[in-house]
Every structure is written in C-alpha cells, then in structure tokens.
C-alpha cells in the first residue's frame, strides 16, 4: 500500500488547512483498516489529529476536535483532512498514515500572513 498527500504549503491564518490523501495498493473501505491523519510541529514530536474508519466513521483528538474534519472519497479511494481557523501554530509535516503503520511520506504546511 502507497499512501500520498497532497494540498498547497502555504496557508494563511484563519483559513481552512486541506489536505488530501491518496490511496493506491489497498482500498479504504477494507475491514478492519483505520485512516489517519498525524503532524509533527516543527521541533517537536508527533501528534495524532484523527481518522476515519473503514465503515467511515470519524474520530478525533480532543484538543483539535472542535476544528477537524475527515472525510473520505471512495470512488477515488482518497481521504481528506480539513483543519479550520488555523494558526502559526499549525505549522506542521503532516503525515496520513494507514493503521499507524504505513505513512506516507508527508507534506509540509506553513501557516503564515
């Protein structure tokens, strides 16, 4: 299985973070298989954002909830993340990742004016 992101660098404060991850060598509707989206902060360790199940149900970190949304694509076999109002804060590589096992190979995202 492949996984790959995709979605601009650069996003401005307050503006909603999309990313999109593609899927090649399996399917994201398998049993059994979970979809996540995780970021490491510059200098700092990883951080679990959330994911989406194979039946598509949602789940999310308590800290970011409130402005996370995964949704998925199945026809494209793609999930995407969509981070809202962010912040400098958000600058991150951020990484989808099947089962946190198999990650991609992540892409960075600068929030800045």
């Known amino acids: 299985v492949q996984l790959q992101e995709s979605g601009p660098g650069l996003v401005k404060p307050s503006q909603t973070l999309s990313l999109t991850c593609s899927v090649s060598?399996?399917?994201?509707?398998?049993?059994?298989?979970?979809w996540n989206w995780v970021r490491q902060p510059p200098g700092k360790g990883l951080e679990w954002i959330g994911y989406?199940?194979?039946?598509?149900?949602?789940y999310y970190a308590p800290s970011l909830k409130s402005r996370t949304s995964i949704s998925r694509d199945t026809s494209k076999n793609q999930f995407t993340l969509q981070l809202m109002s962010v912040t400098p804060e958000d600058t991150a590589a951020y990484y989808c990742?099947?089962?946190?096992?198999?990650w991609g190979q992540g892409t960075q995202v600068t929030v800045s004016s």
């Open positions: 990742v099947k089962n946190l096992r198999t």
């Open positions: 989406i199940a194979d039946s598509g149900s949602t």
């Open positions: 060598g399996d399917s994201i509707t398998t049993t059994y298989s979970g």
